[in-house]
Nanobody
């Protein structure tokens, strides 16, 4: 049984940083994709970032425009864990952040599509105060 468990959320002041972690168990995703989505109250889930295996050239990363330049997604395959480092956090980053995993991605559109991910975590709350 595949499980994704997020951690690292919390309350942070605007301008601060957080690192979210997502530990996977039940199978490995080193040659597949893992990503992050977030859902603010009353809104649909939005894509944040994804990392996918791209063959012998290594991993490819994708970012939402809203976080590009101040976020970095990475993974430790030995730990079967994906990370999302976020800097310069803004109140509009407040949301529940969900980890997701699925087959490897080939395009930005695929990375942004929730339908591409087969497994989801329970989410971790990130609150950014102004």
């Amino acid at each position: 049984q595949v499980q994704l468990v997020e951690s690292g959320g919390g309350l942070v002041q605007a301008g601060g940083s957080l690192r979210l972690s997502c530990a996977a168990s039940g199978r490995t995703f080193s040659r597949d994709a893992m990503g992050w989505f977030r859902q603010a109250p009353g809104k649909e889930p939005d894509f944040v970032a994804a990392i996918t295996w791209s063959g012998w050239s290594g991993d490819t990363t994708y970012y939402a425009y809203s976080v590009k330049g101040r976020s970095a997604i990475s993974r430790d395959n030995a730990k079967n864990t994906v990370y999302l480092q976020m800097h310069n956090l803004k109140p509009e980053d407040t949301a529940v952040y969900y980890c997701a995993a699925g087959e490897k991605l080939a395009t930005t559109s695929q990375a942004m599509s929730r339908a591409r991910y087969d497994y989801w975590g329970q989410g971790t709350q990130v609150t950014v105060s102004s």
